[in-house]
């Protein structure tokens, strides 16, 4: 029996695809409009990086606690609960500037957004099957970081009054709401996502976990500080929406021809490489943010992005090569979390690289995050013999959202049950 058409998959699960698309347009600018407007008070890059890390911390602790909602009440209340209260959240940062208030805000948003992606997640592997696992896979990760990078140029508004932009985004994520609350398909079970520890993730593979705890430091740094990078060098709101564009759609474009050559090479040595351009790529940064014209600088935007977005899932992948496969969904949400905590770690040691030497201090930071990859993955290439290519699995590019989103791994999504 053939599988699916594309055409047929994509309207199994239409209604979601749009409300990941209206979430991440707006949620994917919340973030940098906070970035440039606390740079462009006399707030210090310290106190911006404990602001931006306050997401990541509510992020991790939604992955870890927002199924307790979701089981308690249903998965459209909890939805509804998750995107009214991102929602006000949004406002609120309209209403007043005051950095333990917005710490508090972007931590509300962030276990908000983990509970929203857990919802949509669950629904997803709800509608899945072996034959459409991989396809609704990508279609989730097209609308999620597409929607993403569109929706840093709303940051382009023209907002004389500073709520304008806010409103936009509460706008947006309770359009979001709709096409949830209107559909008829019931409720879906979450999938068991109990996820291995640090120490069974060590133990199967040191360089898995170390590498997507690294890609957490590096991109939870970007994410956090770059729109704070942006203002410093003088980019302008148009050139700061342009530059974070440039880096996540970079970082689509190349995941999958580079994540493919880790099928065919030792894993090891692939995120080694991967490791080694990132720092490479780090310091063409610096390099190029000096030159007049900025079109050098956002082509090495476009490759960092690239290149620092594939380190987690080959990591990943390099874990499950080390695993049975009835284990991949466990692996896979502990290594999420790995990197979620990475994330939140990223921002904060980012922004004080940034305050001890200014405006190149981010690239910096996420060249030296690099380089330590680096070093690690030579120490464990002579610590264990290297699997040959016909022995690794398939390389698969994965989102970095919560645990539920495991099951859709075509590799090991068999194997999750209700």
Known sequence: MLPPAMPSIVRSISSLLIAVALLMLGSGMLSTLVGVRLSSTEVGPVA????MAAYY???TAGSLFGYRVIVKVGHIRAFSAFASIFSAATLGHALWLNLPFWALLRLAEGFCMAGLF???????????????????????????????AIGQQLLNLDDPTGMLRFIAISILTSLALVPVALTRNGP?????????????????????IFGTFVSGLVTGAIYGLAPVYGTGAGFGTAGTALFMTVIILGGVALQWPLGKLSDLFDRRTVIIGLSAATAAASLGMI?????????????????FGGLSFTIYPVCVAHTNDHIDKSELVQASGGLILAYSVGATIGPLAGSAVMSALGNPGLFTFTAAGAATAVVFGLYRAVQRPALPAEAQGPFQSLPRTTPVVAPLDPRGGQHAAG
């Not at 911006?48 to 602001?51: K, L, N, P, Q, R």
């Not at 034959?131 to 609308?143: C, E, V």
């Not at 879906?188 to 898995?208: D, K, Q, T, V, W």
């Open 118 to 148: 857990m919802c949509i997640e669950s629904w997803l592997n709800e509608r899945a099957t072996s034959g459409t696992r991989g396809r609704m896979l990508s279609l989730y990760m097209i609308t999620l970081y597409g929607a993403m």
């Open 48 to 51: 911006i990086g404990f602001v």
């Open 57 to 59: 911390a509510g992020l």
């Open 188 to 208: 879906p079970m979450l999938p068991n996502i109990a996820s291995f520890g640090i120490r069974r993730l060590y133990e199967a593979s040191p360089l898995g």
């Open 287 to 303: 390099a190029a943010a000096g030159m007049e014209s900025q079109i050098p600088l956002m082509l090495v935007a476009a490759l």
